[in-house]
């Protein structure tokens, strides 16, 4: 800890102390927050953990924040594995806590339901299969107790519901042995219109000219109403124009100017919006008096909307606004300081403004006026957008050793800007000497088994509340090891590298130690224990030999394995002859042996060309002869030209295997007499182009060949070769397409090469044969709209030619194909993430006909037509996709459809999203800096954003040595930081505002060195100030610190 400071301020000129402070108002503030942070000699933590995300959103990254007071801490920050979790969690065979599978929604009862039955849905997935509880108003339902309620799978349904007894707020709290999650919270509300009071009322009485209000006064009622007004009988309906207005907040109607033909019964009819039902009022007279016209006069606004018009986010705006007056007055609207939206709509003769779609660049000071020839008058109410809290970055499961910390993050959206509470299976958290939580971020020092549960980060403002949980497991085990690492015997030969294994399974992790017999074991540069235990030995020798121990050891217990090593003489091997040249007809014997360890026994392995030799298969021209233990030999009897090529020889032992080739070579028959000049070439392919050398031989060696003979072409025959790898393929509904490997020029032994394909229905008799006249074709398709898909078909393929027929390849099974997708992608979910990307999210039915190859997502923005969607593909099973290269501040309509080679299947709803603000353009302006030894303190002045711009949710410091391309990240939402230099040289440092949109404009570049710390007697700091304008100012700093360490 730092202690008392005495601070010194020297200035060259006394009257810059004046012109300094304008320049960089509060500064003492700022210095001293700079102060705190450095004296609490906080490290960067890193991050790592052992986790898996419970539906995740993607990450937005991790971030560097300060550590625990006074300690230094690695905290263990979840990273994305959203596919990774989603199919753990369908395994049945792992255990994890709840995840909900569905929440109860808002709802309405109508009171004279014929149904006297309220369901509110609840389920919830996990292993063990969680079970249910529900909470009213934030007090816990005694099921048992009340006959109304019962549980079905976990939803409560609630019998002959009462608006006294049951109206409120519910939620779900589902459990298992691994803890508990709570449920948002669902209204229920009751759903009633009353009756007008019988009283009749009294008639009014007003002028010609006159404007005249009458009032609905309407019943108690739950939810809406709709209001209209009868003239005289049902159901004549008052027209509302110019002069007549009926309004949807109040339900009275206004005339602006009474006229003679206005005189008549005025009855108000409501209409209940969720029920249906409606009631009409006693009628209202209406009388002219006979005291002459009303003259004119200026406008009265009589009805407007409130001084202040809150709307969510997407929401349809409509704001009300009529006059009295003589002569009729006009409405008209317009946005102060700004122009009306483009998608704004009057409606009601103006008297209506609507603003659909609203969003917040829509906020702002609204005006009405009302004018006529007497004058005018004008209301003005502020529109304000909120937007429901909506999750960045949600939590992850995570599992943690037993003494290691916590840090989950969880960042919302929202305005207001939402606040953060949590909940401990399904209870609220509350901070203690190991817990801390701020702003979102909750951290766990040194978690133990008390600390394992199912936790849930809320996101809430004064609009709604989200929910994310997750998972903590905490693992506390004594040392324990597989059975494939048990006592085992290693064979290595002399200069390889061995590794034996060490990974015990513990928690926390082990200490490993290693002996050799009874002596601890010394790392050298040849031995090496590896980061997770192994043993690593390199140019292994003789001396390496021995019995080796290691050891696991935690603080709930050890466990050890041993290992015993034995080094070995190379194997060597020799292979004799090493090329040879044969006739056809000749028989050779390869000979192979093996130089190795006496100890260990050897195995013998020949190939021919690479591929081994499957001597029951040769006709008799191979046999493998193994007359020693350590050698083998390769009989090659009666050989043909195909049995011409490159002959290996594989030794296997325990500890290593050697190989080496050979070369034969192929000649026809040496003609027995020099006086010959004729030969015969047997067993060629037919209806193949050869060319042929003559290569004369004597005692004394061979001569060079002859030139090529002209080329000659073999005779025709029926072809013996069939295509091979028969099998199917993709197709359309009701296609059977079967595919094979073409058979190569060589073997097509004729002129009119092609294939019958034969096919059956699987267990049927009777083939059906199609010709392919091509010797090229490769595929054939059957389509018969009587064939259901998925049937299975015996299939073969045949060869002909001008000759005749061939024979056929092996009967295979092939099913017919399975057509396009038949099911719309389900719950498909576009979430905003930048200026320019949306994640899109979906999940497939997969009992749906037609196996999805992949999924189009098509999008488009909201002023265009579906049919100029651009598209884009995913491959496999993906069930999302990430779009790039958006334009900011737009809302795009997406939509998503399964593919196969079939076709397409239908598209999915329409969902939306709209794409973030741009990030600000305004770079962190007027940067200070004090620099002390290797810590920089920075303060910056707020960047504030422009209308069309995202807010700022905070700031980033970035810094880099000099000559470096990677830079290290501090996040902070102040307008400070502390930055730790940790090895000597140049520092590159960069502030940026960190928004929704992405990350603002950077701050022109500081370059500040670092030299080597120590403990800081006294130290001469500089202050400087790196202005955006063209004027600057240093300060020296004199600090007198205590010879005490940081």
């Given amino acids: 800890m730092w202690l008392s400071w005495k601070l010194l301020l020297f200035l060259s000129l006394t009257g810059c102390l004046s012109d300094y402070s304008e320049a960089v108002p509060g500064l003492p503030t700022s210095y001293a927050a700079i102060l705190r942070i450095k004296s609490g000699s906080s490290s960067l933590a890193s991050f790592n953990s052992k986790n898996r995300p419970r539906l995740s959103s993607p990450s937005l990254g991790s971030v560097s924040s300060p550590g625990w007071r006074g300690a230094t801490q690695h905290y263990h920050s979840p990273t994305n594995l959203y596919h990774f979790s989603e199919t753990f969690k369908h395994d049945e065979t792992v255990d994890y806590g709840p995840v909900f599978v569905q929440e109860p929604d808002d709802m309405i009862f109508p009171t004279d339901s014929e149904e006297k039955k309220v369901s509110l849905n609840c389920q919830a997935r996990g292993n063990p299969t969680p079970t249910y509880r529900w909470l009213r108003n934030g007090t816990e339902i005694d099921i048992e107790s009340d006959y109304r309620f019962s549980l079905i799978e976990g939803s409560l349904i609630i019998t002959n519901p009462s608006e006294t007894k049951d109206s409120g707020q519910y939620q779900c709290l589902t459990t298992n042995m691994f803890g508990s999650i709570l449920s948002r919270e669902a209204v229920l509300q009751f759903a009633y219109l009353g009756n007008f009071s019988g009283r009749t009322r009294s008639a009014v009485s007003v002028r010609e000219g006159q404007g005249v209000v009458l009032m609905c006064s309407p019943p108690l009622h739950s939810p809406e109403i709709i209001y209209s007004w009868v003239f005289n009988e049902f159901p004549s309906f008052v027209a509302e124009d110019s002069r007549r207005f009926i309004s949807q907040e109040t339900g ?33 007279p209406l009388t002219l008096r006979n005291d002459g016209a009303m003259g004119e006069y200026e406008p009265k606004i009589e009805v407007h909307f409130p001084y202040t018009v809150t709307a969510a986010r997407g929401t349809t705006v409509k704001m009300e606004c009529f006059a009295l007056g003589n002569p009729v007055p006009t409405i008209s609207w317009r946005k102060v300081n700004g122009h009306n939206p483009s998608k704004a709509r009057l409606r009601k003769s103006q008297a209506v403004l609507e603003i659909p779609n609203v969003q917040l660049e829509d906020s702002g000071m609204y005006e009405c006026k009302a004018e006529n020839s007497r004058g005018r008058n004008v209301f003005r109410g502020q529109l304000q957008v909120y937007t429901y809290p909506h999750w960045v970055e949600k939590l992850n499961d995570t599992q943690l050793d037993s ?341 190569s020029e060589e073997f097509q032994s004729g002129e009119g090469f092609g294939y019958i394909v034969a096919f059956r229905p699987n267990g049927t008799r009777g083939w059906k044969e199609k010709m392919v006249t091509s010797s090229d074709a490769s595929k054939f398709i059957y389509r018969d709209e009587s064939v259901p898909p998925l049937t299975p078909f015996e299939v073969k393929v045949g060869v002909y030619n001008n000759k005749g027929d061939g024979p056929f390849s092996p009967i295979v099974v092939i099913c017919s194909a399975e057509g396009e997708p038949t099911a719309a992608p389900i719950d498909v979910k576009a979430t905003s993430l930048s200026v320019s990307e949306i994640l899109v999210a979906w999940k497939h039915i997969k009992e749906s006909l037609g196996r999805p190859q992949g999924f189009e997502v098509g999008y488009w923005k909201d002023m265009q037509q579906e049919e100029a969607a651009e598209k884009v593909k995913t491959e496999g099973n993906e069930s999302s996709i990430l779009l790039t290269g958006l334009e900011g501040n737009t809302l795009y ?154």
């Fill in 403 to 743: 003494g290691e910390p916590l840090r989950w993050e969880c960042k919302a959206t929202g305005k207001p800007r939402p606040t953060y509470r949590w909940l401990k299976n399904g209870a609220p958290l509350w901070p203690q000497s190991r817990i801390e939580m701020i702003n979102g971020v909750l951290m766990i020092h040194s978690v133990n088994v008390s600390d394992a549960g199912m936790y849930q980060c809320l996101a809430e403002n004064k609009y709604g509340t989200i929910y994310a949980s997750a998972e903590l497991k905490v693992l506390a085990s004594a040392p324990t090891f597989p059975l494939n690492q048990m006592r085992k015997t290693i064979i290595v030969t002399k200069g390889q590298e061995v590794v034996i294994e060490c990974k015990p399974e513990a928690s926390p992790k082990p200490t490993i130690t290693w002996k050799k017999g009874d002596k601890v074991l010394r790392e050298n540069k040849r031995i090496t224990i590896l980061p997770h235990g192994s043993l690593r030995i390199l140019n292994a020798s003789k001396s390496d030999e021995g019995r080796y121990l290691c050891q696991g050891v935690n603080v709930f217990g050890s466990a050890e394995i041993i290992a015993s090593l034995s080094v070995k003489d190379p194997t060597r091997i020799e292979l004799t002859p090493k090329k040879i040249e044969l006739t056809v007809g000749e028989s050779i014997v390869l000979s192979c042996k093996a130089i190795h360890d006496s100890t260990m026994d050897v195995t013998f392995h020949w190939t021919l060309n690479g591929q081994p030799i499957d001597f029951e298969k040769e006709g008799g021209h191979f046999e493998s002869i193994k007359a020693q233990a350590s050698s083998a030999d390769l009989m090659i009897r009666n050989i043909l030209l195909m049995h011409a090529g490159r002959y290996g020889c594989r030794v296997q032992t325990a500890a290593d295997t050697v190989s080496d080739e050979t070369e034969l070579l192929v000649r026809v028959p040496d003609l027995i007499s020099g006086d010959m000049e004729s030969a015969m070439a047997v067993e060629l392919n037919p209806w193949v182009e050869y060319e042929f050398r003559v290569v004369a031989t004597n005692k004394i060696g061979t001569g060079d060949p002859s030139a090529p003979s002209r080329v000659i072409r073999t005779n025709e025959a029926v072809p013996k070769t069939p295509p091979a790898n028969v099998s199917g393929r993709s197709g359309r509904r009701h296609e059977l397409v079967i595919a094979w490997e073409p058979v």
């Fill in 252 to 284: 009275n109607l206004y005339i602006s100017k009474v006229q003679t033909s206005d005189v008549g019964s005025y009855i108000c009819l409501v209409k209940n919006t969720v029920t249906n039902a409606r009631v009409l009022s006693p009628p209202t």
């Fill in 893 to 1046: 309509h997406l939509t998503v459809r399964a593919y196969n080679a079939a076709g397409y299947g239908p598209p999915s709803t329409a969902v939306h999203a709209a794409t973030k603000k741009s990030p600000p353009s305004q770079a962190p302006g007027n940067i200070m800096w004090i620099q002390d030894g290797s810590h920089v303190s920075l303060g910056w002045e707020p960047v504030r954003p422009l209308a069309n711009e995202s807010d700022v949710m905070g700031y980033k410091v970035l810094f880099r040595q000099e000559g470096q391309s990677n830079s290290q990240v501090i996040e902070t939402q102040k307008t400070s930081a502390v930055v730790l230099l940790p090895d000597v040289g140049v520092y590159i440092i960069e502030v940026c505002a960190v928004s929704e949109g992405g990350d603002g404009t950077a701050s022109p570049q500081i370059r500040v060195p670092s030299f080597s710390g120590g403990k800081v007697t006294s130290a001469q700091c500089t202050l400087h100030v790196f202005s955006t304008s063209s004027s600057s100012i240093t300060l020296l700093l004199a600090l007198m610190v205590p010879s005490t360490s940081w």
